[in-house]
């Protein structure tokens, strides 16, 4: 019998084994499931980087109710961002630093959404209607964490939806570097009422006022590639979800792809 032709977002038996030791053994009870878990995330990448609809599926992949039956049920438990935080460790080690950074770099990006719904709001700097995706990232660019929103939410309170999810596995964080549009008084009071019992400095990398053109400013490029990466990927060329918590799942499984690919080349 031929062998199914494969598609580039199928995993490897090498990437496949770094992902089956995150996820771990599945439930022993129950019928045994008619998929594995191998294709069931092969075809979650596949959507992610075609950013085709669940209903258009290629028929040699899982039916695509089962593949959004696990996409939702991993999603609500916070599957695909352990997933991820696992791999940026394992990745982070592969370089040669700690598994926990010291320092970030936090900046936000405005896209557009379609007419499925959800919230969303007009960003008037930057003319889009839509949402924010809100970045942490540490200072290869990996990401820390995530926050969806409403493009209208101004940067500052933004920021505080990111920062209030740092948590014990990035407890060494003490420093963020961020533009100007996280300036000013609100979000620093915040952030020492908030994180008072252990220093948590945010420095302002500004903008030359006799500076013209575009100029790669210090520490913000690095926020700014990770934007350029997750574009690689079609379902993040606008944001096609009514939840925002399925957009943060999408920037999660992005940024995965890419951490497996280069964590099975080493």
Known sequence: ??????????????????????????????????????????????????????????????????????????????????????????????????????????????????????????????????????????????????????ANLQDRDGARLVLEQIDEPLSQLELIWADAGYAGDKLAGWMAERFGKRPLRLEIVRRSDAQKGFAVLPRRWVVERTFGWLHQFRRLSKDYEFRTDSSEAFIWLAASCILIARLAMT
């Open 1 to 150: 019998m031929k062998e199914k032709p494969s598609y580039p977002t199928d995993l490897n038996d090498l990437e496949w084994a770094i992902v089956d030791q995150i996820l771990g053994d599945p439930p022993k009870l129950g019928r045994p499931p008619r998929f594995d878990r191998r294709a069931v995330l092969g075809a979650i990448f596949y959507m992610v980087r075609t950013g085709g609809s669940w209903r258009l599926l290629p028929h040699d992949l899982p039916p695509w109710r089962i593949v959004y039956y696990y996409f939702v049920r991993w999603r609500n438990a916070g599957l695909f961002e352990k997933l991820h935080d696992a791999l940026r460790a394992a990745a982070r080690q592969e370089r040669g630093k700690k598994k926990a950074p010291t320092a970030a770099i936090l900046d936000s990006q405005s896209v557009r959404t379609t007419r499925r719904g959800g919230v969303r709001g007009y960003d008037a700097g930057k003319k889009v209607v839509g949402r924010k995706r809100h970045l942490l990232v540490d200072t290869d660019g990996l990401i820390l964490k995530v926050r969806v929103h409403a």
